[in-house]
C-alpha cells in the first residue's frame, strides 16, 4: 500500500531524515516509533504531501507521489490535531464543512456513529472531552472514505479509559479494510495495536518488524529485565477499580 525508498530531508544543512525505506501492507496497522526528534512528524507529513522531501521514492496506493499527489490525497485520511478544529461550532457543522471541502455528502450522524458521538451531534466542539475530541479527529478522517489514515499521537494526553476506547475504535476501523499508520510515544500502545513498528532515531530505522519479534530478539541477546514482572501492573489496578466506563462524556 505504501512504499518508501530511500526517503531524505534536510531541513537547511540538517538532515532530519537520511535515508529511510520501508513498506506498509495493506489493512495493517503500523507504527512510526521513535523519540522526540527522530525523524518521525517529518516523515508522516511527507507521506500526506504536506510536507516536500529533499529525495527518494514514494508510492502510496499505486500513485507516486511526485507526479500524482492529488490522487494520493483523495485516497488517505489525514488526522488534525485538535486544535485544528474551531472551538465554537457543533461537530454536525464541523463536519458539514469538511463535506465541502472534500466535496462529500456524508451523513454526518452516520459518521458521529462509527465514533461513539451521536448523541454529542449537536454539542460545540470545545465542549468535547479530550477522548471525545480524539475520536471526532478521527471521524473527520473517514469522511473521504479513505484507504490509509494518518495517526500523529491520536491517544496523547488521555486517561486510561479514553485510550482504550480509542484503542478500539483504531482496530475497528482496521477490520473493515483500512490501512493505519499511527505515531506513538506509548510502547504499551504500539504492543497492543500494531502488526509491525518501525522504530526511528536520528533520521534513520534502526528496527522494523512485529512488535513480538522485535521482543523476542532482545530476548534472544540474554536481556532480563531487573524486576521481577507481575501478572498486573498499576493501570491494571487503575481499570479494576475505575471500570472501562469512558468518563466526562
Ligand atoms: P519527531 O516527529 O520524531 O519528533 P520531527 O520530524 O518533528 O521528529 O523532527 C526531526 C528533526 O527535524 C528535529 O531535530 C527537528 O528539530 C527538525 N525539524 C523539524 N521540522 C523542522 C523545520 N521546519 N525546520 C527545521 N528543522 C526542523
Redesign the pocket.
Known amino acids: 500500500m505504501i512504499k518508501v525508498s530511500d526517503l531524505k530531508k534536510s531541513?537547511n544543512s540538517?538532515q532530519?531524515v537520511k535515508g529511510i525505506s520501508f513498506h506498509v501492507h495493506e489493512g495493517e496497522i503500523f507504527g512510526l516509533l521513535?523519540p522526540?526528534?527522530?525523524?518521525?512528524?517529518?516523515t508522516l507529513e511527507i507521506m500526506e504531501t504536506l510536507r516536500e522531501k529533499t529525495s527518494g521514492e514514494i508510492t502510496i496506493g499505486g500513485f507516486n507521489l511526485d507526479k500524482e499527489p492529488n490522487e494520493i490525497k483523495k485516497i488517505i485520511g489525514v488526522q488534525l490535531q485538535t486544535s485544528g478544529f474551531y472551538p465554537g461550532l457543533k461537530l454536525v457543522e464541523l463536519i458539514e464543512l469538511f463535506n465541502g471541502l472534500y466535496n462529500k455528502k456524508v451523513d454526518p450522524l452516520e459518521l458521529l456513529k462509527k465514533v461513539n458521538l451521536e448523541d454529542k451531534a449537536k454539542s460545540l466542539y470545545k465542549s468535547l472531552s479530550g477522548g471525545q475530541k480524539q475520536r471526532f479527529s478521527i471521524a473527520t478522517t473517514l469522511i473521504n472514505d479513505p484507504k490509509i489514515i494518518f495517526l500523529d499521537e491520536p491517544t496523547t494526553g488521555l486517561d486510561p479509559q479514553a485510550r482504550r476506547n480509542l484503542w478500539d475504535l483504531i482496530k475497528n476501523i482496521r477490520s473493515q479494510g483500512t490501512t493505519v499508520i499511527i505515531t506513538t510515544h506509548y510502547m504499551d500502545e504500539a504492543e497492543y495495536l500494531c502488526d509491525r513498528v518501525a522504530i526511528?532515531d536520528e533520521g534513520r530505522i534502526i528496527a522494523l518488524d512485529k512488535p513480538d519479534k522485535l521482543i523476542d530478539e532482545l530476548l534472544a541477546t540474554g536481556f532480563e529485565k531487573q524486576k521481577e514482572t507481575k501478572g498486573a501492573n498499576l493501570e491494571d489496578v487503575f481499570i479494576n477499580l475505575t471500570g472501562h466506563g469512558l468518563r466526562g462524556e
Open positions: 531541513y540538517f532530519a521513535g522526540n526528534g527522530a525523524g518521525k512528524s517529518t526511528m
